[in-house]
């Protein structure tokens, strides 16, 4: 173990009072249940979480890198919030004693910290980016941030401030699952699987959440337990493609039915499924197992088999309206929502017509629909661009409005 390493783990269990704490949070249902973990913690160590970001004397910002529009808005926050800082810092720099990055600068605004998949896509370039955050770390490391805040703090009325990133982990402890924290006192979300190894050619998750683990059933078990006895009673079962579950002899299928069965859980549901793990086997546990809901929110992405093949998703468009037609068939009233990319990489008029044209036939209940833009690490990111922005904005809003027609239809 480092020195710094060592450093951080006894700061970590330090309590702190009167430190007040604001957590806005960006991107899918896991930065949620990340969010909540991370106030949990921070809640343990003497922190206070509020709503109020004017009266933050440390704002956390976790943040989600699918597209540039949200890392954009994520850099443009950090900009509005360290405008109360005073004067301005100069961009001299030395080492610490720990050696770690420091800057002479004055301390009148918050603490900022950058978390989540940004802070793992950046790393120390974020301090480059914006000379603003005062923390970055990756999903993998959110254990430590108690303790990286109460280092940060012993220098914040001193001339010397330190910076600090945590971005090497691996695999995160199951404890901090039970800190207790939850912004909803009726539903729980319950991580069950990590990362992703699917690698699909658009997707920047695969590098920023690892590669796919999956919880324990008895841990997983054991929280939502911990859930009831808080009495709440609704669950979401989080992961990047929860339907691949598989610890030992407990797959997917039998996870849902050890949930189900659990006294005192009144509704529960997953997200977020990939079509080649989706047997019609999971399509009747939805349908038979009385406490799940029914629904199940499938991606698509395109309606063009060679779109499918370029974005390495591993099943045509005939297949999927296979699955479709056998979900509507089985699970009586099911709802069926869907991701929709439009403007990848030369995608053609013809591809995206077949993308309208499933989308018309297959009448999802939701969709969400988004115009491509390229992520870093990505193997489409090295590809050209080639649909203008003009023809993006065109196709999404075609696909919107149809889909908007059907939503409409299906709650009539």
Known sequence: MSEINKNREVHGTARVKGKNVYIKTMGCQM????????????????????????????????????????????????????KVKKGKST???????????ARVMPNSKPIIGLVGCM??????????????????????????????IKEIDKYKNSLLEKKIYETDGLTREDEIYHSGFHSDKKHAYVVIAEGCE???????????????????DTDILAEIKENIAAGISKITLLGQNVNAYQHREINFIKLLELVNSIKGVEEFSFVTSHPKDAP??????????EKLKKYLHLPIQSGSDRMLKLMN????????????????????????????????????????????????NIGFNAAFIFKYSPRPHTEA????????????????RLILELQKKISKLKKC
Do not use: M
């Not at 921070?42 to 206070?48: N, P």
């Not at 109020?52 to 943040?63: G, L, P, Q, S, Y």
């Not at 994520?74 to 900009?79: N, T």
């Not at 690698?199 to 324990?216: E, Q, T």
């Open 119 to 148: 802070a793992q896509n950046y790393k120390e370039a974020a301090f480059e980016r914006s000379a603003d955050v005062d923390f970055v770390v990756g999903p993998a490391d959110i254990a430590k941030i108690p303790g990286i």
């Open 381 to 396: 990111a090295e590809w050209p661009d080639d649909v203008v922005k003009e023809e993006k904005e065109r196709r999404h």
């Open 91 to 101: 961009l001299a720099r030395s080492k610490c004693e720990l050696g770690i990055n």
């Open 198 to 216: 699917n690698y699909c050619s658009y997707c920047i998750v695969p590098y920023v959440r690892g590669k796919l683990r999956f919880r324990s």
């Open 313 to 360: 998703r591993n099943y045509t468009a005939k297949s999927y309206v296979a699955l479709a037609r056998d979900y509507r068939k089985i699970v009586k009233n099911g709802v069926l929502t869907t991701d929709i990319i439009v403007g990848f990489p030369t995608e053609t008029e013809n591809d995206f017509q077949e993308t309208f044209d499933l989308v018309k």
């Open 280 to 289: 019609v086997e999971l399509f009747k546990a939805i349908q038979e197992l």
């Open 31 to 82: 930065n949620t249940r990340d969010s909540e973990v991370i106030a949990g913690l921070l809640q343990k160590a003497g922190y206070k979480i509020i709503d109020d970001e004017a009266a933050a004397d440390i704002v956390i910002f976790n943040t989600c890198s699918v597209r540039q529009h949200a890392e954009d808005k994520v850099w443009s926050e950090i900009g509005r919030v360290s």
